[in-house]
């Protein structure tokens, strides 16, 4: 995701969004640094979730992705309601959704980072895709 570098914050916004939606996936990070093999598996599987996951969330009415560009581990969203309620909504579901980008960029407004690891599975994704469409409804 290209977002300006121009702020502390930016090295923190992927972190946290790892922290916040899949923390398991840290450790297998980890673990993988012994070998690149593994370590390719690991990104491979990050990157696929990631794309399913903006591809779920992007058929729902209103959300796009905020920028035109290749991702790897993060999509940036615009969304069609405010994101500290989309997010608030999704963590009554016990959802972590992701990062509200307008809170660090508020020129970014209605704006949502997401990702999702290795440790992510196509069902978790739906009921995410599903819970964030029954809250835009």
Request: net charge negative.
């Amino acid at each position: 995701v290209h977002v300006p570098r121009n702020k502390e914050t930016f090295g923190m916004i992927g972190a946290g969004c790892v922290r916040r939606l899949a923390a398991p996936g840290v450790g297998m990070l980890l673990h993988t640094r012994r070998n690149a093999e593994g370590l390719e598996r690991v990104a491979s599987a990050c990157h696929a979730n990631t794309r399913r996951q903006s591809q779920l969330l992007c058929a729902l009415p209103g959300d796009e992705p905020l920028f035109d560009r290749p991702v790897f581990h993060e999509q940036a969203l615009r969304l069609p309601r405010p994101t500290a309620q989309v997010l608030e909504a999704l963590a009554q579901a016990d959802i972590l959704g992701g990062w509200d980008l307008g809170r660090d960029y508020p020129e970014l407004g209605q704006s949502l980072l997401i990702c999702a690891t290795e440790c992510r599975t196509e069902d978790e994704m739906q009921v995410y895709a599903d819970q964030l469409a029954r809250i835009l409804g």
